[in-house]
Every structure is written in structure tokens, then in C-alpha cells.
């Protein structure tokens, strides 16, 4: 049972570093249709946020890639344990810092918008 779950993990580790990846690198173009079709629209009555910025776009796509090492990493630590470690470490400071800028950044947006 172990080992399925380390696979399952490692599956999706990867799947949301290639998605994290994609997106911040815009292979295909693939940033500007999630831009274009969900990050700019509205959401009620809420207006687009700093998602919809091609900066807020590349910070939230990064918090999906740290996620994704962190997932990895946690997969790897069962057969080699400093990478797992390093992966993981690596993930969270990643995902620490990436969301402090994402929230300084939707405050910026949100007060810009109230005026």
C-alpha cells in the first residue's frame, strides 16, 4: 500500500510542476488562454484580481510548482531522502514567498480598484 501512495504522489507532484511550469513559461500559449478565460474574467460582483496581471498570473503559477516540488519531494524522500528533503524545503520557502507576494499583490489591486 506504501508504494501506491508514493506513486500516487509522485504522479501528481509532477503533474502540478509540468502545469506550474507550462504556465509560468506559457509553452503553447497556455497562459494567455487561462488569462484570457479565467483569471480576467469577473466572479460576480468581484472584479478580476491580481491574477489577472501577467505578474500576479506568474506568481500563482509559481505557488502551483511549489506545491508540486513539495509533493515530489515527498514522494522522493521515501527512497532518497536528502533529495525528498531538499525538494520539499525548497517547495515550501517557494510557496511561503510566493504567497506573501500574492497577497501584498491582490491588496495593491483591491485598493487600486477602490478608488
Do not use: H
Amino acid at each position: 500500500m506504501g508504494t501506491f501512495v508514493q506513486a500516487m504522489v509522485l504522479a501528481i507532484g509532477g503533474l502540478l510542476c509540468a502545469a506550474g511550469l507550462v504556465l509560468l513559461l506559457n509553452v503553447g500559449g497556455a497562459a494567455d488562454v487561462v488569462m484570457r478565460r479565467v483569471t480576467s474574467q469577473s466572479l460576480g460582483d468581484l472584479a478580476p484580481g491580481f491574477a489577472a496581471t501577467r505578474r500576479g498570473f506568474n506568481v500563482y503559477a509559481t505557488l502551483v510548482l511549489a506545491i508540486g516540488m513539495f509533493a515530489l519531494g515527498l514522494a522522493v524522500a521515501g527512497w532518497l531522502v536528502p533529495i525528498g528533503t531538499s525538494l520539499m524545503v525548497l517547495g515550501g520557502i517557494t510557496f511561503a514567498g510566493a504567497s506573501v507576494i500574492a497577497i501584498a499583490g491582490e491588496i495593491e489591486t483591491y485598493r487600486a480598484l477602490k478608488r
